[in-house]
């Protein structure tokens, strides 16, 4: 009973700090925009424990800013993602527009949505966590609902069949959590 108390107060505790943060943004003229007022609202309300992905809301707020960082992120130099996402797209050679892509272990979704801005299908696979809830509010936030889709699971349990229709698979997230690569 205790850690379930315990657990329902830490979660009341970080939405009044979201509350809080945002209308203090707000009053300070710094947040304008409706729809970025409401995902702020709702990144800042799902930080705990900081995020995966740095994603860029605005010229002034990104996931970071707002709700810090994971400490088991993979890097946390500036621009780590942008410059990998660039490595990508030169290697494809060609546009997204139209194709099919598929993005194994997603996270937040910072892959995804770079596909779905260029014109891509994606479809997200990432196990139950967090990371569905902050995959749900970018998305609407950006404005692309209606290309990305989250299949919550385990690789290859679910999402099996939108790999072998997939054009593109991204598995960026995957092999540093395999303790053996030959039997995963």
């Given at each position: 009973?205790?850690?379930?108390l315990r657990f329902y107060?830490?979660a009341v505790?970080?939405k009044?700090r979201a509350?809080?943060?945002v209308t203090?943004?707000?009053l300070?003229?710094?947040v304008t925009?409706?729809s970025?007022?409401?995902a702020?609202y709702?990144?800042k ?5 900081g995020y995966y992905?740095?994603?860029?809301l605005?010229?002034r707020y ?8 994971k400490?088991?992120?993979p890097s946390n130099?500036?621009g780590?993602?942008?410059?990998l ?5 030169k290697?494809?050679g060609?546009d997204l527009v ?8 997603s ?17 997200a ?10 995959f749900?509010?970018?998305s609407?936030y950006?404005?692309?609902?209606d ?7 385990y690789y290859p349990?679910?999402g ?5 229709k997939a054009d593109?698979?991204l598995c960026?997230g995957l092999?540093?959590h395999?303790?053996?690569?030959i039997?995963?």
């Open positions: 009973m205790f850690n379930v107060l830490a505790r970080w009044l509350i809080l943060w203090k943004e707000l300070l003229v710094r925009n409706y970025l007022f409401k702020l709702k990144v309300g799902l930080a705990d424990g992905h740095n994603i860029k605005s010229d990104s996931t970071d800013s707002i709700g810090g960082v400490h088991n992120r130099a500036p780590y993602f942008d410059v996402w660039d490595c990508i797209l290697g494809l060609r139209g194709l099919q892509v598929v993005d194994i272990g996270a937040e979704g910072y892959f995804s949505f770079a596909a779905a801005k260029l014109g891509g299908w994606v479809t696979i990432q196990p139950p966590h967090y990371f569905v809830g902050r749900a509010a970018l609407e950006f404005g692309l609902s290309r990305v889709e989250m299949i919550t699971g349990a679910v099996r069949s939108a790999v072998l593109i698979v960026l092999i540093y395999l303790d053996n690569l039997d995963g």
